[in-house]
């Protein structure tokens, strides 16, 4: 599970509601069906009207994507993986490579092997895989974007919540107590909104577009390895070429190994 969300959607709910209870705002105020039905069935209307099914199908898939740890390789594992490579290429050619492609089960690791040891150019290895990794980046940037426009459309309905309760509340001018209670409630509407648009959906987009660039390097650094590894280079070539995608401070080196 990725910690960091579940740390902050509970930390926001928790400084809302201690927040509230210190300003000696009553806590309980905050259970309104009514500002519920407003900001999180009206969020999911616009969103409707926004985006096709297909592209709201990928809600659930992107919400658990938040929530979990994305099973990526790290770059020290790529490094280690392709440094092998060269030392197999070396050792066994073409043949071994096609072998590594076919035990592969990354498929990007097992496209790009495979472009390797099918003898294409390094130009067109580049030219394929970037264009791979281009569809990939704009699948995520589209699934980033429904969140990200949710987060614009909470806080408006929030007023526009605010605005449907100080109707109501202008309805019982005569009850001064029924009056202080109706606007209290018709705020709780822009709180939600407000709270769910820049506490959860901006900041849930945001982390999308980090996972999103993590995995954009993490192909690109196969996609080099690919291309050195066409170009004959060996093991410490390899090791040498890689570690420019890994920070100083990260390095671990494998010339003990070579």
Do not use: C
Not at 122 to 132: G, K, N, Q, R
């Amino acid at each position: 599970m990725e910690k960091s969300t579940l740390i902050g959607v509970v930390g926001g709910v928790l400084a809302v509601g201690v927040g509230m209870a210190l300003k000696g705002a009553d806590p309980h105020a905050l259970i309104n069906p009514a500002a519920f039905l407003i900001i999180i069935a009206g969020t999911a209307a616009a969103l409707f009207n926004a985006f096709t099914m297909k592209g709201l199908k990928k809600f659930p898939t992107l919400l658990k994507l938040l929530f979990s740890t994305p099973k990526l390789m790290s770059k020290q594992q790529v490094l280690e993986f392709f440094v092998d490579m060269a030392k197999v290429y070396k050792q066994e050619g073409v043949v071994g490579i096609e072998k590594k492609a076919n035990e592969a089960t990354d498929p990007f690791i097992k496209n790009s092997l495979s472009l390797v040891a099918d003898g294409f150019q390094a130009e067109f290895i580049d030219e394929v895989l970037s264009m791979e990794i281009k569809q990939m980046e704009e699948r995520h940037r589209a699934g980033a974007q429904i969140f990200s426009q949710a987060g614009m459309y909470a806080p408006t309905l929030g007023v526009l919540g605010a605005v449907i309760g100080l109707i109501a509340a202008l309805g019982n001018l005569s009850d001064i107590d029924m009056l202080g209670h109706s606007i209290a409630a018709a705020f709780v509407a822009t709180l939600l909104g407000i709270f769910t648009g820049y506490v959860l959906w901006h900041p849930f987009a945001n982390k999308l577009k980090q996972i999103s660039q993590d995995e954009v390097e993490i192909k690109k650094m196969i996609m080099e390895g690919a291309m050195t590894l066409q170009s004959g280079a060996s093991s410490i070539a390899m090791e040498a070429k890689l570690q420019s995608f890994i920070p100083i401070s990260e390095r671990k080196s494998l010339r003990g190994d070579n």
